[in-house]
């Protein structure tokens, strides 16, 4: 860990005091996020975008292709039909979750090369791998474009207690601290404070989210 003696009383002192999240977040469980598919997507979408149009692109996607892509050799399969390159990855996109981000599809073909090169084909598989997997080792450098951020939101899905290094988590570490984190930093150091404090690491993540964008209700 980076931080002195006098920074871990300060952390520890701050992430007790934030108030927990109006409504504890839904990570962790098939009940939660259920299926295969929406948790590659998600890896993808749920970087940087407003909620409602992540929201949007998941039940177009549930709406219009479910039935259809429901496996790694299905969405496979699709991303075969279109070619891969600015326009192919727009047609892409729209096919599958009803909005352009070619940059985002073609995160998405990495992804599902990664997925099929390590072995990560069902849900089942993908779970195991989360809770044993670590960043650098497992993640770093393997998928364009996918960086911590994405690693982290979708080992929470399955299961892991960890937090994300978005804007908030940074703001918020930040004030607490009077100097910045790096991305890797700020994942271990606010995931230690929650743990120091008997917190779950998601539930302070979700709170810290929630009171530096204005108090409950502002997920």
Same mark, same amino acid.
Do not use: C
């Given at each position: 860990?980076?931080?002195d003696d ?9 992430s ?11 990570i962790g469980?098939d009940?939660?996020?259920?299926d295969y ?16 149009i992540?929201n949007n ?41 009803g ?19 390590t072995?990560? /084909?069902?849900?089942d598989h ?17 998928v364009?474009?996918?960086s911590?951020a994405?690693y982290c939101?979708l080992?929470m899905r399955?299961?892991?207690d960890? /937090?994300k290094?978005d804007?908030?988590v ?9 100097r ?5 930093? /700020? ?10 404090v008997?917190?779950?690491a998601?539930e302070l993540?979700?709170?810290?989210w ?5 108090g409950?209700?502002?997920i």
């Open positions: 860990m980076t931080l006098r920074e871990w009383m300060l952390l520890e002192k701050a007790a005091a934030v108030p927990p999240p109006a409504i504890a977040p839904a469980t009940a939660d996020y259920p598919i929406s948790n590659l997507l998600l890896t993808v979408l749920d970087l940087r975008l407003r909620n409602p992540v692109a998941i039940q177009f996607y549930r709406d219009n292709r479910w039935n259809e892509v429901r496996t790694l050799e299905d969405i496979e399969g699709v991303l075969a039909r279109f070619p891969e390159d600015d326009e192919g990855n727009r047609a892409a996109a729209k096919y599958l979750w909005y352009l981000y070619a940059d985002r599809l073609g995160w998405l073909r990495g992804l599902v090369r990664w997925a099929r090169e072995g990560l /084909v069902d849900q993908l779970r195991t791998w989360a809770h044993a997997s670590d960043f650098e080792r497992d993640f770093s450098g393997r364009k474009g996918l911590i994405a939101w080992v399955l299961g892991v960890t /937090v290094p804007v908030w940074h703001a918020f570490a930040k004030r607490v601290l009077g910045g984190l790096s991305d890797v930093e /700020v994942v271990q150091v606010i995931t230690e404070a929650a743990h120091r008997g917190r779950s998601r993540d979700a709170g810290i929630e009171h530096e964008r204005g409950p209700g502002t």
